[in-house]
């Protein structure tokens, strides 16, 4: 064969097994070049993030070779995963303003889920479509893919890429907040579990001791007689209340001061365990009268984790004395895992937005109202005690928010975002105020205790409190609990009835203690668990996981543990 022909023939043996090469490699490109774009439409531009998702998709693909060795079946399935969790992430986020973190997955939220197809009624379709149309591109691409990949070497390459994102955590720590953020859908998920993991393999999900040698002495259910009739109970969860006269040089309306004194004149202190946002803290503190603190790295997921496995909690022991329980809950119920948590913890009737039809932030007003017109429909059969939430001073301040409720309304020359908030709180204390007129003038023969409580500060307070202070010395005060930061109030209010036995209402105390204080005011005998936590209240004078640097909060964990009131932690 002539030279010339033999290198045609050569070229085009070459040109063909390129072509060859790229018709079998190309469409594995293809994948790979989708998740990138992906990567730049949903994160954000940043080193932890990019990073998180490139590890993240390297762990995924080698996860799958290791299974099945083909890299473009890896590839495909690695993609789907990807897709399907953005996907779900986003439907989240439209939910409940988050997106998805490891911990949903160590905590399946049966109630959450079953929410987001009754939101989504199509979602179900288009995963049954989405598995059907990856399966024929899985089973097209297991025929057409000619590479394979050692086991040994994508086990080595999976670990590597965890071993990556183990240091990335450790350089740039992953924050619970994050998943506020509309994206990274994928870097939260990695990041977050990088996180929970290493946490939950020191120390699982709750701080308790291993053994202690004493236990509880538990009584029957029905086991509570009180010695005289009574009251009805309504706890407010004053949303992000807080006396603001604590930071220098604030003005504020006459008479201001008088919506933090309770019916003895005394203003009262409450140390919450938030601090600017997650009012689910203070809410796990009211209802199982126990400690966020105790969760650790997990606390921020604590109604989601205490949510059917905390059966302690003010609302069972108020059951135990005949009590009806009502709660009147400002989102939706799957948020953070509400209603499964407050059911857990002895809430019988759980009204969310929906049920009540509330608009996405409402007036205090409308609580009150709708609280009246189901006393007016219970308050025959019994006792009853209503959580009701409140939600109009929530964040942001950067805006007016219904101008028309405060006509004549004139700022004070504190900073807006400062004006708009005592704004708000005033129209909130008036809307109160109100409240307890129509609870006298409409329930004539009627006893009440009224306890409320502002579940944290609100988010500017940290620049107000001790404004020459620098951002890395305001965190430092909050990641070591300074009460500055953390102080509330709690204060009791009674219609027709005068509080039995205040005693455990001191003028300052932890949250976690708030229970008691309501069942000592209305006159109910403890149960067991309240009288023990009793004891720890006057050992320890108010302090609760700040007494003995959480060893009190540890014993009487495992105390609770041993009972079976806390359950799987």
Same mark, same amino acid.
């Given at each position: 064969?002539?030279?010339?022909?033999?290198?045609?023939?050569?070229?085009?043996?070459a040109?063909t097994?390129?072509?060859r090469?790229?018709?079998?490699?190309?469409p594995?490109?293809?994948? &790979?070049?989708?998740?990138?774009?992906i990567?730049?439409?949903?994160?954000?531009?940043?080193?932890p993030?990019?990073?998180s998702?490139?590890?993240?998709?390297?762990?995924?693909?080698?996860a799958?070779l290791?299974?099945?060795?083909?890299?473009?079946?890896?590839?495909?399935?690695s993609?789907?995963?990807?897709?399907?969790?953005?996907?779900?992430?986003?439907?989240?986020?439209?939910?409940?303003?988050?997106?998805?973190?490891?911990?949903?997955l160590?905590?399946i939220?049966?109630?959450s889920f079953?929410?987001?197809?009754?939101?989504?009624?199509?979602?179900?379709?288009?995963v049954?479509?989405? =598995?059907?149309?990856?399966?024929?591109?899985?089973?097209?691409?297991?025929?057409?893919?000619p590479?394979?990949?050692?086991?040994?070497?994508?086990?080595?390459?999976?670990?590597?890429?965890?071993?990556g994102?183990?240091?990335?955590s450790?350089?740039?720590?992953?924050w619970?907040e994050?998943?506020? @953020?509309p994206n990274?859908?994928?870097?939260?998920?990695?990041?977050s579990?990088v996180?929970?993991?290493?946490a939950?393999?020191?120390?699982g999900y709750m701080?308790?001791?291993?053994?202690?040698?004493?236990?509880?002495?538990?009584t029957?259910v029905?086991?509570?007689?009180?010695?005289?009739?009574?009251p &009805?109970?309504i706890?407010?969860?004053?949303?992000?209340?807080?006396?603001?006269?604590?930071?220098?040089?604030?003005?504020?309306?006459q008479?201001?001061g008088?919506h933090?004194r309770s019916?003895d004149?005394?203003?009262?202190?409450? =140390?919450?365990?938030a601090?600017?946002?997650?009012?689910?803290?203070?809410e @796990?503190?009211?209802?199982?009268?126990?400690s966020?603190?105790?969760?650790?790295?997990?606390?921020?997921?604590?109604t989601?984790?205490?949510?059917g496995?905390?059966?302690?909690?003010?609302?069972n022991?108020?059951?135990?004395?005949?009590?009806?329980?009502?709660?009147?809950?400002?989102?939706?119920?799957a948020?953070?895992?509400?209603?499964t948590?407050?059911?857990?913890?002895?809430?019988?009737?759980?009204f969310?937005?929906?049920?009540?039809?509330?608009?996405e932030?409402?007036?205090?007003?409308?609580y009150y109202?709708?609280?009246?017109?189901?006393?007016?429909?219970e308050?025959?059969?019994?006792?009853?005690?209503?959580?009701?939430?409140?939600?109009?001073? &929530?964040?942001?301040?950067?805006?007016?928010?219904r101008?028309?409720?405060t006509?004549?309304?004139?700022?004070?020359?504190?900073?807006?975002?400062?004006?708009?908030?005592?704004?708000?709180?005033?129209?909130g204390?008036q809307?109160?105020?109100?409240?307890?007129e129509?609870?006298?003038r409409?329930f004539?023969?009627?006893?009440?205790?009224?306890?409320?409580y502002?579940?944290?500060?609100?988010?500017?307070?940290?620049?107000?409190?001790?404004?020459?202070?620098?951002d890395?010395?305001?965190?430092?005060r909050?990641?070591?609990?300074?009460?500055k930061y953390?102080?509330? @109030?709690?204060? =009791?209010?009674?219609?027709?009835?005068?509080?039995?036995n205040?005693?455990?209402?001191?003028?300052?105390?932890?949250a976690?203690?708030?229970?008691?204080?309501?069942?000592?005011?209305a006159?109910?005998?403890l149960?067991?668990?309240?009288?023990?936590?009793?004891?720890i209240?006057?050992?320890c004078?108010?302090?609760f996981?700040?007494?003995?640097n959480?060893?009190?909060?540890?014993?009487?964990?495992?105390l609770?543990?041993?009972a079976?009131?806390?359950?799987?932690?």
């Amino acid at each position: 064969m002539p030279p010339s022909i033999s290198s045609l023939t050569s070229r085009w043996a070459a040109d063909t097994g390129a072509l060859r090469f790229l018709w079998r490699a190309g469409p594995i490109a293809i994948v &790979h070049l989708a998740a990138l774009i992906i990567l730049f439409q949903t994160e954000y531009y940043d080193v932890p993030r990019i990073g998180s998702f490139l590890l993240a998709w390297g762990f995924l693909n080698f996860a799958w070779l290791a299974v099945l060795r083909r890299p473009g079946v890896s590839a495909v399935m690695s993609l789907a995963m990807v897709a399907i969790l953005i996907q779900v992430s986003d439907l989240k986020y439209k939910v409940v303003w988050q997106t998805v973190s490891f911990v949903d997955l160590m905590v399946i939220d049966l109630s959450s889920f079953s929410y987001l197809l009754a939101i989504f009624p199509g979602l179900t379709t288009y995963v049954f479509l989405g =598995i059907a149309a990856a399966s024929a591109v899985v089973l097209l691409l297991w025929r057409l893919d000619p590479f394979r990949m050692p086991r040994l070497t994508a086990v080595a390459g999976a670990l590597a890429c965890l071993l990556g994102l183990g240091g990335l955590s450790v350089t740039h720590p992953f924050w619970p907040e994050d998943i506020w @953020y509309p994206n990274s859908h994928v870097s939260n998920f990695a990041r977050s579990g990088v996180d929970a993991v290493s946490a939950y393999a020191r120390g699982g999900y709750m701080e308790s001791d291993a053994t202690v040698t004493d236990r509880l002495k538990m009584t029957p259910v029905t086991a509570c007689e009180p010695a005289r009739k009574p009251p &009805h109970i309504i706890m407010v969860h004053d949303e992000s209340a807080f006396d603001i006269r604590r930071a220098p040089n604030i003005r504020v309306p006459q008479g201001y001061g008088r919506h933090f004194r309770s019916f003895d004149g005394k203003q009262r202190d409450l =140390i919450v365990e938030a601090a600017g946002g997650p009012s689910w803290y203070t809410e @796990y503190n009211v209802f199982a009268g126990l400690s966020a603190r105790s969760f650790g790295k997990f606390s921020y997921f604590v109604t989601r984790i205490a949510a059917g496995r905390v059966e302690r909690g003010l609302p069972n022991s108020l059951r135990r004395c005949g009590y009806r329980t009502f709660s009147l809950y400002p989102s939706h119920g799957a948020f953070m895992g509400a209603r499964t948590f407050q059911a857990s913890t002895g809430v019988q009737n759980f009204f969310d937005r929906v049920a009540m039809r509330a608009r996405e932030v409402e007036p205090d007003s409308f609580y009150y109202d709708t609280a009246i017109k189901m006393l007016e429909r219970e308050r025959s059969k019994g006792p009853t005690f209503f959580f009701i939430y409140l939600s109009a001073n &929530h964040f942001p301040w950067d805006y007016r928010w219904r101008t028309e409720l405060t006509p004549g309304w004139r700022d004070l020359g504190n900073r807006p975002v400062v004006d708009e908030y005592v704004r708000r709180q005033t129209l909130g204390m008036q809307e109160y105020q109100q409240f307890l007129e129509r609870l006298r003038r409409q329930f004539p023969g009627e006893r009440f205790m009224l306890v409320r409580y502002g579940d944290h500060q609100p988010d500017f307070a940290t620049t107000i409190l001790e404004p020459a202070l620098k951002d890395e010395e305001i965190v430092q005060r909050l990641m070591a609990n300074d009460p500055k930061y953390y102080t509330t @109030y709690f204060a =009791i209010d009674a219609i027709n009835y005068r509080p039995v036995n205040i005693s455990s209402a001191l003028d300052s105390i932890e949250a976690p203690y708030l229970p008691l204080v309501v069942l000592e005011s209305a006159g109910l005998p403890l149960d067991p668990s309240f009288a023990e936590q009793k004891r720890i209240f006057e050992r320890c004078r108010g302090l609760f996981y700040s007494c003995a640097n959480g060893a009190e909060a540890r014993r009487f964990n495992r105390l609770l543990i041993d009972a079976g009131l806390i359950k799987g932690l």
